[in-house]
């Protein structure tokens, strides 16, 4: 718990204030067609006191995270925040200005580097810099760029930036609607922030490929007479992402590897499980690496650290946050604990107790436990009692048939929310809902336990789940607003992805009946690929198995995309029964971008 005292320690402040040139007025940023795709005045009310709906903790970590402005990091290196989730660095060069992660939108980049351009001068771009493969850090880059220009960028980026937002986009944007709060009103009783930022902004997502790999730790490239040394450290916070110092100008980029909160192993949202041994062992490098030559380390999100003792420190902190988490799970779970129970009972060290930065705003220490649990042990914590359970609908029918119907498990709930076992009442309200979900009170006294659960969460995402879980029990579901399918995401596919897209939308029951081979010939690739859809699965292969195609087409990548998106593009070539591609695409399931979460 944070003491009182705590509060009293206005260092973050001060930071999170220094260097201020000038902010955006108003803080709004609009498209083309007048929708408002950033609102960061919608904070204001963050200038006042705590109220009784938040945390005070969260409160606290929400007023620094909504200083918005360009803000002076070192001599020649400028930071954008409180434009995105994100921040957006700019290096001044020999010649122009070097852009590190260009936010999530088109439009948020583009009022960026207006904002810089307005105070320090039309400096052309003359490179860009991805820290890693997640859409905050490069959505924006045609904002900025048209190409042209050198885009540096970790190895293994293209394939982890377009394959997270591919295969398991759909359900990850459903479920970013909770975890950012999209849809709750900006409000002390609504949405506060995010923790590692206030939210997401809501405009066009753009992708330019990378111009130059980082293949190794300790690669040096100069961009625009700026000299840069990297460090890759795949598997941290992305399976693709480095740090990297400018050691001109004694600077260290962190990229989202150090940030002032703990960071997700495994994000709310959903993504693979992280690994926080590798992540310490990266920090511990960077420390051996780049501390002696550091005088000020920024990161992707939040406020930089100046000072070299203060680096050093903040390091070894976030280092032995992670260490100490993935040490202390896997000697409990190696004493028979599980996930839940590992979470329930291990305690940060005082030391990192009382620090902000490792404070649980975005992960926390409860599901992050959990999560290392999940990476090395899986889903079944070993009781054969969980090995084959009812799903949540039939289950719900089940346990309020126990407690005598929904109208007692209603009542039974009101007297442990009364009691001020919060957890339990909505477990048990959730079982109504579930149960009945048509039941007018159960989820108006389920909404009303998820926003006493929210109003009271340190960790931003876990409050923005519990209101949105009560807004959508009170109004029903909200899809996404963001969409991470865009034009250059959809380009950016290879065509091995492409295809396992559409294998991993095939309707297997529809589909078992049905036997189609069909050969793609890529005139621009080089390349023929065979698809063979036999048992509802959809195989591809390079080599030319399962006996005659039904089908040969011989098109570009574009092409295919057309196809796909129910065109007909030109140039197409097709020999033979011209109806299979329309038999395949008729077995291809369509996502439903609104699917429910808290009713069945």
């Known amino acids: 718990m944070v003491t009182a005292r705590d509060f009293a320690d206005r260092t973050d402040f001060d930071n999170a204030g220094r260097g201020l040139v000038a902010s955006l007025t108003p803080g709004i940023v609009k498209n083309a067609d007048g929708r408002v795709v950033w609102d960061n005045d919608a904070y204001a009310f963050l200038n006042g006191p705590c109220p009784e709906t938040a945390n005070p903790s969260l409160w606290r970590q929400s007023q620094l995270c909504a200083k918005q402005g360009l803000f002076e990091v070192a001599a020649g290196i400028y930071q954008v925040r409180g434009l995105d989730l994100s921040n957006m660095t700019l290096v001044e060069g020999e010649t122009g200005v070097i852009v590190i992660d260009p936010l999530i939108s088109i439009e948020v980049a583009a009022a960026a580097l207006a904002l810089y351009r307005e105070h320090r001068g039309d400096r052309p771009v003359t490179g860009v810099i991805y820290t890693h493969s997640h859409g905050d850090h490069f959505g924006g880059v045609r904002g900025v760029v048209t190409g042209d220009v050198p885009i540096l960028a970790p190895v293994g980026f293209m394939e982890h930036a377009v394959e997270e937002n591919v295969y398991a986009g759909g359900a990850m944007g459903r479920r970013a609607v909770y975890m950012y709060g999209a849809e709750l009103p900006k409000a002390a009783n609504g949405q506060i922030g995010a923790g590692l930022g206030q939210t997401t902004s809501t405009g066009t997502i753009s992708l330019i490929p990378p111009t130059i790999d980082v293949t190794r730790t300790g690669q040096q490239e100069t961009v625009d007479g700026v000299v840069i040394e990297f460090q890759l450290t795949p598997g941290t916070e992305a399976p693709a992402e480095m740090n990297f110092l400018f050691p001109q100008r004694r600077a260290l980029c962190m990229a989202e590897n150090a940030t002032h909160n703990l960071h997700n192993l495994l994000t709310l949202r959903g993504a693979l499980v992280r690994d926080p041994r590798v992540w310490a062992r990266h920090l511990t490098e960077a420390i051996a690496m780049f501390g002696d030559r550091t005088d000020v380390a920024f990161a992707s999100h939040h406020w930089p650290t100046w000072g070299h003792d203060d680096v050093v420190h903040f390091l070894s902190e976030q280092r032995d946050l992670y260490a100490y988490l993935h040490d202390q799970a896997l000697r409990l779970l190696n004493n028979g604990y599980t996930g839940p129970e590992i979470a329930e009972i291990l305690e940060l060290p005082p030391a990192l107790e009382d620090a902000w930065h490792a404070r649980g705003y975005y992960g926390s220490v409860s599901h992050n436990l959990k999560a290392i649990y999940q990476r090395y042990m899986g889903w079944f914590d070993g009781n054969p009692a969980h090995l084959w359970q009812h799903p949540p609908a039939e289950a719900a029918a089940r346990y309020v048939d126990c407690l005598g119907g929904v109208d007692a498990a209603v009542a039974k709930a009101r007297e442990y929310a009364d009691k001020g076992d919060l957890r339990f009442a909505a477990e048990l309200l959730n079982h109504a809902v579930f149960a009945q979900p048509d039941h007018t009170d159960a989820k108006e006294t389920l909404a009303g336990v998820y926003d006493r659960l929210g109003f009271g969460a340190e960790n931003g995402t876990w409050r923005n789940f519990y209101l949105m879980g009560a807004l959508e029990l009170r109004r029903g579901a909200v899809p996404p607003s963001l969409s991470l399918i865009s034009p250059d995401m959809a380009v950016a596919l290879s065509v ?105």
């Open 496 to 600: 091995e992805q492409v295809f396992d897209s559409l294998a991993i939308r095939v309707d297997g029951q529809r589909a078992a009946a049905e036997r189609l081979v069909v050969d793609w010939t890529f005139t621009d690739l080089g390349e023929t690929v065979r698809t063979m859809l036999s048992n509802g699965v959809l195989v591809q292969t390079t080599t030319q198995v399962g006996g005659q195609a039904d089908l040969t087409l011989t098109l570009t990548k574009s092409g295919l995309l057309g196809l796909l998106a129910g065109q007909d593009p030109p140039g197409v070539e097709r020999s033979g029964d011209p109806s299979a591609l329309q038999r395949l695409l008729a077995l291809l399931d369509t996502p439903d971008p609104g699917f429910a979460i808290v009713t069945p």
